[in-house]
């Protein structure tokens, strides 16, 4: 089984600024995918960044970019350059094949 | 739209009646996923198709639950005798196939069982 814990229950930022969302996981599996969800408020959730297991470059898309330590069994995203509508709750997850959710981040950004 | 479509996007019942949620997913996609959610915490897998086969139920999925997939397009999840307890955000995914293929999330139908 699969566990991702996000111990962060809220962070706020400044718009402008950049704020670092942090994420570990447990698993026996040697092949498997990482991903960062945003879920607005009442909206849908949409894929932030995902990142294969196996690659050791750190994905990066436009302004979010994660820190992976395989090791470690950390997955942390960097937001850059926050913007209002960042302001949501951003979700680690864990993928075999099922998704395996942490219990996610409310991220508020202040004009 | 020719993403993931779910219906209702809200539901209010009693307790001890039937519920059906429909999802119908991204056009070709084979995979079907649904997940619960109860407020303020992350999905939590209950059940996926790929195509029509049924191929595994989390335990969180009673024998009050069923789903299916009757012709590897549209989906539908049931909940008999519903409960207090079973209030939460349903939500579906679809991906094209394999195991790490993305999955695409619909709007969720919210229900509340009063």
């Known amino acids: 089984a699969q566990t991702v814990t996000q111990s962060q229950p809220e962070m706020s930022v400044q718009e402008a600024e950049t704020v670092t969302l942090s994420c570990t996981y447990d698993?026996?599996?040697?092949?498997?995918?990482l991903f960062w969800y945003k879920q607005p408020p009442s909206r849908q959730m949409i894929l932030v960044i995902r990142?294969?297991?196996?690659?050791?470059q750190n994905a990066t898309e436009n302004r979010f970019s994660v820190n992976f330590q395989k090791a470690a069994k950390s997955f942390s995203l960097k937001i850059s350059d926050s913007q209002l509508g960042d302001t949501a709750m951003y979700f680690c997850?864990?993928?075999?094949?099922?998704?395996?959710f942490g219990a996610g981040t409310t991220v508020t950004v202040r004009a | 739209d020719t993403g993931v479509s779910q219906d209702p996007r809200h539901k209010i019942t009693k307790r001890g009646q039937n519920v059906t949620f429909r999802c119908d997913p991204i056009?070709?996609?084979?995979?079907l996923y649904w997940y619960r959610q109860t407020l303020g915490q992350g999905p939590e897998f209950l059940t996926y198709?790929?195509?029509?086969?049924?191929?595994?139920k989390s335990r969180l999925l009673s024998d009050r639950f069923s789903a299916e997939r009757p012709k590897g397009s549209f989906s539908t999840l049931e909940i008999q005798r519903t409960e207090q307890g079973d209030s939460a955000m349903y939500l579906c995914?679809?991906?094209?196939?394999?195991?790490?293929?993305?999955?695409?999330f619909g709007p969720g139908t919210r229900l509340t069982v009063l």
């Open positions: 997850a864990f993928q075999v094949y099922k998704l395996s």
């Open positions: 990142q294969e297991a196996y690659k050791q």
């Open positions: 698993t026996s599996e040697n092949n498997y995918y």
């Open positions: 056009s070709e996609h084979n995979r």
């Open positions: 995914a679809s991906s094209v196939g394999l195991d790490f293929d993305e999955q695409f």
């Open positions: 198709f790929q195509n029509e086969a049924q191929l595994e």
